[in-house]
């Protein structure tokens, strides 16, 4: 037995697309925090009294929640084309892989400027949709509640198995060393030879390594059952998620995890992520002021890979010594402010672009390679 498609018309999500938005203004601001992965042992030559506080604020809300809301939607926005082809009667198996490769290739081109991409990992991970979309809902939910447990962590927890980290600092230390010193050149290269090496072992060693995989399929899911629109008994479940999300948080947020931190961590930073969803769900189909403040920063997540590439590309230039140097300039509490403008330059030329287009342009592009005629093997069905 295999899923197949309801037959529903999948209209725009437009919550999705203010989530979106708040994802990718998320990560450019946690970005900004990190000074764009430059962690300097160098002196701070500009700093506040209230960095520490405000850097772990920052790290609270957004730290592995946001690329995780990011994953979420892009589960969700592989079933919205997998669905409307499928109402076609068309199989978009081949097609996906196609789309996944260009997404790769994107993921090239970012990597030059900001070691930390996630597109390439996201390309690798979104293949292994492919298969799980076939499945019924029922064996769905057993892989998402498998995933979202850390059975890896698990597992080394339970068996006293160490994971060997070495490698990961390894590069890490080498890698900042460039940001510090080197030339945009002798970055870009060193970005490309060891940036998806870095960040796969980064995504073991941070616990998001089946998070991620968990929260693709978990959107794709919550796209099954179109819990993103405001049908049927949704803010009901909705509500569910946030009530029992809040209190898995403020139980959490009190206990010591101690030498259970490797595995609960990332538990803890999932429920922070599905309390965040669930709010912002249930109060945008609750409340038109919500709506009209939130609305704008749909605009923002429309362009989210635009907007995604163009924060690697202005922040890498600001905080790496081959530009302004900022990552031994400023402290915690200006970096926000600097990844705020960010954010703020990059909403007016969405608003400057949606003017006169209907897509950002990456996006466009990526949709128009996606359908160009391509080989029978790809295409499927």
Request: glycine fraction near 8%; charged fraction near 15%; hydrophobic fraction near 50%.
């Amino acid at each position: 037995m295999t899923y197949t498609t309801r037959n529903l018309p999948n209209t725009r999500i437009h919550v999705a697309d203010a989530l979106r938005g708040i994802a990718v203004a998320g990560i450019i601001l946690y970005h900004s925090v990190e000074h764009f992965d430059i962690f300097t042992k160098d002196p701070i030559l500009h700093t506040l009294s209230c960095d520490q506080t405000v850097g772990e604020v920052m790290a609270w809300l957004l730290s592995g929640k946001m690329y995780g809301v990011f994953a979420m939607l892009f589960g969700l926005s592989f079933f919205i084309m997998n669905d409307n082809q499928q109402q076609k009667h068309r199989s978009f198996s081949g097609r996906f892989a196609w789309r996944m490769c260009l997404l790769f290739c994107f993921g090239l081109i970012n990597v030059a400027f900001y070691d930390g991409d996630i597109l390439m990992l996201y390309a690798v991970y979104g293949l292994l949709l492919i298969p799980i979309s076939y499945l019924p809902s029922k064996a769905v939910w057993c892989i998402i509640a498998l995933l979202a447990i850390q059975p890896v962590e698990l597992f080394c927890l339970l068996t006293g198995t160490a994971i060997d980290h070495s490698r990961l600092f390894e590069i890490y230390n080498h890698t900042i060393a460039l940001h510090e010193d080197g030339t945009f050149w002798e970055n870009a290269a060193n970005n490309l030879r060891y940036g998806f090496e870095l960040n796969l072992r980064f995504n073991v060693f941070s616990g998001r390594l089946t998070q991620l995989l968990c929260l693709f399929i978990l959107g794709m899911q919550l796209g099954r059952h179109r819990l993103f629109y405001d049908e049927g008994r949704n803010l009901h479940i909705w509500h569910l998620v946030l009530l029992t999300s809040s209190v898995a948080v403020i139980v959490m947020s009190l206990v010591n995890f101690g030498e259970l931190s490797m595995w609960l961590s990332p538990v803890y930073n999932l429920f922070i992520l599905l309390m965040t969803v669930s709010a912002v769900v249930s109060a945008w189909y609750a409340f038109t002021a919500v709506r009209r403040v939130l609305r704008p920063l749909g605009i923002f997540g429309r362009m989210s890979l635009t907007n995604y590439l163009l924060q690697s590309v202005i922040g890498s230039f600001i905080f790496c010594g081959y530009g302004l140097a900022y990552y031994y300039k400023v402290g915690t509490t200006y970096a926000v402010l600097i990844g705020l403008a960010m954010v703020i330059v990059q909403y007016a030329f969405c608003r400057y672009w949606f003017r006169n287009h209907q897509r950002g342009p990456l996006e466009g592009l990526w949709k128009r390679l996606t359908w160009i005629s391509l080989p029978a093997v790809f295409r499927g069905g």
